[in-house]
């Protein structure tokens, strides 16, 4: 470990993230702005540098006196720091981290979201953990990363771990992406605003959602309110959401067979406000398209420990391992 | 590599094939028996012996010069060398690596089949590759190998690369494995043995098929015979190989967009005899199922070059490195 502080930096659609944290993830101070990404790719790195000074003032520490910042972004990276496209940020082929290296003053490393990530909870939240670990980030997308020994999986173009849009039905749901059948559009957000439109407008069921959405409308229904049309046994909600955790556990039995990892961690929005519900679906449906069994019983499925600091935090851990 | 030559062992349900090599690939001697399973593992292991014995005949050299032994095998091989299941030969938890280590008195090293099949790729079709290899093999069943920065990846269990068996379609067709849906229920003789009953036996479609047949029955059609109603146009074998490939194509398509490797090397008795007729079918079904297209663009879907050698020779590779 290189020691000193560090700042973590995760970029969304929605929001910018920032903690200041030591190399063993303690975190000392925070902050949060929206993104604005209808501002540009300038606009959007200058309110990046105003909270990561704000979370530094929260720690009380300058920003010059800290060793590193790691960035994760909804984005393939290269490993020059170029973003090769973010659909959600509107950034095709951006230099995100040179961006940010420059304006920070200091060492930065930029790699994708769900990949620092899985890093994340492969450095903090079980440090001595070795061999294969397997994310997947249930969000508007559905994102994913792997560590090998100590190292994120990135294939030979930068551009693995895209799990989201691995065919799980042939001719399947059409997926943004373009594609159809992805695993994405089935344990997503997105596949979630397929069932409730199908259920409440196509089939006219009866459901509390309406009622309950804010400006996002049934295409992107916030976790916190999935959360509590789920607490009050909505059915169109439960239907849709035990449907999303079937098909998440298709996709993480699909990486037991072809990896054999020890475990997979399961994190993101959606997880971070359903995962004790969702947790045991996604189970059965793993064990049930898992092989051989003895792949399965030897992996363990578990929900990310981090939480909402995945992202940052895991850039943390990557800015330091890239140091090291 | 360690030089000085090997005997590459390639024990399948039907035949074991030896060939005596050097450590760059050459052929100096080959030898072939049926393997007989029904005699038990003792009497596996004396035919595979002889068969070492035969090729070392062939050759010209005697069995003490040579340096080393690689076997592949049609099961997940444990580090020290067990098979843990092999179906075909009857095999469960058989100390394979040990028995013939100590019956060819000569450091003996296991693998499964498609591993090694995929390492001597790596190793010998194009030596100068780097980054990661991925192996399909399309015979009885359909098998995987992946090869990462030249070593094979095995997981955290020793039972990592099972990619006949992912899901590819939820709730599909019944899989030997128990499961549902696998990719070799769709791309594999056993998978083309469904679509054949169900197009002759059922539907009552015209067929050369039924007139070609030897003792497998339409249960596992020759690959030889496969090639020759493809040759003769018959359409029941026309449609079943297509969406053999069409499906393979998900399947490697899965993998690109999981590992994003440099390379998809397609093998195995249907491929060696079919290669060129299915090879468009397949890329162009990867390359409709892959994302990111850049990644797809990126990777290159091959012929294996090794043909019928191809688990004999990556075996003899495989012991060369496991020395070196």
Redesign the interface.
Known sequence: MAGGLFAGIDIGGTKISVVIASDDGRVLGRSRRKSKPERGFDGVMARVVETVDEACADAGVARATLTAAGVGAPS?ILPDGTA??AVNMGWTNVPLGQALRERLGMPTFAENDCNVGTYGEYAFAKPRRR??LVGLFMGTGLG?GIV?NGTI???????????G??????DGRPCV?G?RG?LEAYSSKTGLAYEFKEAIVLQRKPSVLPSMLDEGGLDNVKSSILRRAWEEKDEVTRVALRRAAR?LG?GA???I??????TVVLGGGVMDALGEQLLPLIRESAS??A??S??FR??SIELAALGDDAVALGAVAYADHCLS
């Not at 849009?165 to 042939?170: D, I, L, W």
């Open positions: 393939p090769v496209s061999g294969t994913g090998l999986l990135r294939g030979d173009n930068a551009l693995a771990g895209e799990v849009h691995m065919t799980v039905v042939p992406c594609k992805c098909y298709i039995g699909n990486l067979t072809l990896l054999a990892p020890t049930e398209h092989f051989p003895a792949s030897s992996a």
